[in-house]
């Protein structure tokens, strides 16, 4: 059975919401949930919730970290808090996955911390699938590191090569290295750089790429720095909102009243929700040597649910192993 | 009266296509355009046109640029390429402004050659508005500058905001600076450098902006290096492409098939038509010493049209002494 630490003091909405989809997982799933936090907290809600048939433990973390906080400090200051407790029970064996939907920066500085990084890999890094709109289309890195270097765009794309055929079953995944055009000599410095690199890997690199890939799913994983892939993202979450909202009330305008009401707005609503970053759930952090994932901090119990989800597959799916041995693959020798 | 010279030889439909916006403009405007090619190429064409009422005169260049040349090799070795020759009717003082909607490198380097700079600009820059969902946020640099410095970025905010200023009639633009939050300390090396700048400066300064801040027109103008920038758009544009279609189909499933063909399809094509990057018609090239525009290559006669149309009113609305002033204003002391 496998054994899933969940963060329940960092979110939005925690720490009810979180209460209640670690205990709707383990009542609905063959998993065990330990639920890290303050007891206080944690045991008013867990009365009101039928525990039958749920195996749910509670793990006392005296300590937790705030939003505004600098990740680095709050992590080294405070080693009782929910997310480095979480993330201790996968480092010493009483857990296979830990799951936090706090403070992203947070999240990421105490796994790296307490899990410590896979050889090959000086810079864990966070995938995000391209929305629902490219379900197959990963983008990594998404925001955790800003300033890279071409070796770092290189240990990227092993790692999203090895999380896109571990978890999504394809054997060979393209990965294309996201620039200002197609043309092999397009990008700055440092990604004209890693276009070299990546042409001398054993990766199935097909080039470089533009913005419009994105979208249209060209490679299963797109590389780039953090920054540019945070601006990727948010512009696309935002562009799909106001976008929709703008079609909403075009027809709004255009067609009846009700088949507007009924058929249209429903729609356009799904298409609104399956297209934003909350609905991605949570997604693990790659290279730290552990299976520790990061989720959207406005997630509800729902969103919760499908976070605790890809924390199981990637269990199942041995995703540290597949990292260790894409990693020997491709940066070994890089790095010896 | 203006007077607009147009590389007729530039761009996916030369030059029948360029030539006839060309001659449309000069018969319904009170502009002179100088067609600037092959004249054995324009000859045929006119020909085919009403001349009457329409102030035409063709400007001959013996050469042109090809897509895939280097950019730089390509301005210099062929002086005399129908680019180059727009360009310096403007310096020369025969013409008010140029126009291209050829190859963006090549248009970017011969004016940068041709023109020269204006003081307190490193390196120009292209600033594109965010389409139509935001026309009121210009979007610098939008491609012509991968690796940039801090100080180039203040540069940019001051030639977006006079632009903003020249071109919108806004007296203050509001101006945000692009990275991968809002919080102060958000963004790489380059980034936060170029916050405290901006912050020091006399610009309008609000602050780091996300992604989700350019399809929510946060800001006036919204700055980053032009690798993100480049991104952030393409993005966009790929995304409205595949959103739309998205919504096409699930509407066309979903509706009556004739709301659906007469009502729903004509709105998502003109969304689609809106918020496409060839809408944007041209813009000028922020920072050189002259009024020169590059506009989209898969420009038509319509949106050749638009393209004049911009350079008219950059021409109209001083956009060059638009920027002198506040280059001077903002970035004066530091170039001193």
């Known amino acids: 059975m496998i054994t899933i630490a969940l963060d329940v003091m960092g979110g939005d909405y ?11 997982t383990a009542r609905n799933h063959n998993v065990r949930m330990l639920l890290v936090g303050d007891p206080q907290a944690i045991a008013p809600i ?3 919730h039928d525990l039958a048939m749920a195996r749910v433990d509670v793990v006392p973390a005296t300590q937790s970290l705030a939003m505004d906080e600098d990740p680095v400090q709050a992590v080294r200051s405070r080693p009782d808090a929910s997310v480095t407790v979480a993330n201790r029970l996968v480092r010493d064996g009483h857990a296979d ?3 936090t939907l706090g403070h992203t920066g947070a999240g990421l500085v ?3 911390f307490t899990l410590g990084r896979l050889p090959g890999i000086d810079r864990p890094a966070v995938g995000v699938p391209y929305l629902s709109i490219q379900p197959k289309t990963l983008l990594i890195d998404a925001g955790a590191n800003v300033d890279v270097r071409p070796r770092h765009l290189l240990q990227f794309a092993a790692a999203g ?3 896109m055929c571990a978890m999504h079953n394809i054997p060979r995944p393209t990965v294309g290295l996201l620039t200002n055009g197609t043309e092999d000599n397009k990008g700055g410095r440092v990604s004209r750089q890693a276009f070299d690199m990546l042409r001398q890997s054993k990766l199935n690199f097909v080039g470089n ?3 419009l890939d994105l979208p249209r799913g060209t490679a299963n994983v797109i590389v780039c720095d953090g920054l540019a892939g945070n601006i990727a993202l948010k512009v696309s979450e935002g562009l799909t909102e106001v976008l929709l909202d703008r079609v909403a009330t075009a027809l709004r305008e255009t067609l009846p009243a009700d088949i507007a009401q009924e058929l249209v707005m429903p729609l356009l609503r799904r298409l609104q929700t399956e297209n934003s970053y909350a609905h991605v759930g949570a997604m693990p952090l790659l290279g730290v040597n552990g299976i ?3 989720g959207h901090g406005r997630s509800k119990a729902q969103a919760v649910i499908g976070a605790i989800g ?4 990637a269990v199942e799916n041995h995703l540290v192993e597949a990292l260790q041995t894409e990693l020997a693959d491709v940066v070994g020798e890089e790095n010896a």
């Open 14 to 24: 925690a720490p009810a919401e979180l209460v209640r989809g670690g205990i709707e």
């Open 310 to 313: 890809q924390a199981r597959l």
């Open 110 to 112: 105490s796994a790296l």
């Open 209 to 211: 790429l533009e913005g």
């Open 97 to 99: 996955a830990a799951v």
């Open 161 to 163: 090569s090895a999380y």
């Open 292 to 294: 520790s994932l990061i």
């Open 46 to 48: 867990m009365q009101k």
